[in-house]
């Protein structure tokens, strides 16, 4: 069996699929070849996937952030909008691209830019769907960092945006 530096119970970061968690390390026999898989459990995706332990670095799949990363991205949600004046469908793609990043300070600048207090213009639809996945996707892994739930989580991030 291949040696992974991910152990059952470690909470990883998938970059398309957000915070899971590791249930162990299995093998499988696909024709001749045999494989090792880390299985990750995504709770709020009721959703399992295997990785296969050779090709886990080049999926994305990493460790929680640490608190120094999480620190940097909850800074990065007190800054400056940077919302461009292109077209949505543009920005849109580009937004996609950071919260599919996995990286924690892209997701945060995505809520950021996305973010609306109550005396600014009313969102899109989709505007408002990208905002609520880029910050549940943040508030799960503060969450697993800070060992609290996604709630408290959530809150805190909505706080500091309208700090």
Do not use: C
């Amino acid at each position: 069996m291949a040696k992974s530096e991910y152990g059952e119970g470690d909470y990883v970061v998938y970059p398309t699929h957000g915070v899971g968690r590791v249930l162990g390390i299995e093998t499988q026999e696909v024709g001749d070849i045999t494989l090792d898989l880390i299985v990750i459990k995504f709770e709020k995706d009721r959703m399992t996937l295997r990785v296969p332990v050779d090709k886990a670095a080049n999926s994305g799949l990493r460790k929680l952030s640490s608190r120094k990363m999480m620190d940097t991205a909850l800074t990065t949600l007190k800054g400056r909008s940077r919302a461009k004046r292109t077209m949505w469908s543009r920005r849109a793609q580009e937004y996609e691209a950071k919260i599919n990043s996995g990286d924690p300070v892209s997701i945060a600048e995505v809520v950021r830019d996305l973010h609306r207090s109550a005396d600014q213009p009313d969102q899109s639809y989709s505007e408002r769907q990208m905002y609520q996945a880029a910050l549940d996707r943040l508030a799960r892994e503060l969450a697993a960092v800070e060992k609290i739930d996604e709630d408290a989580a959530a809150l805190k991030l909505e706080k500091l945006l309208a700090a």
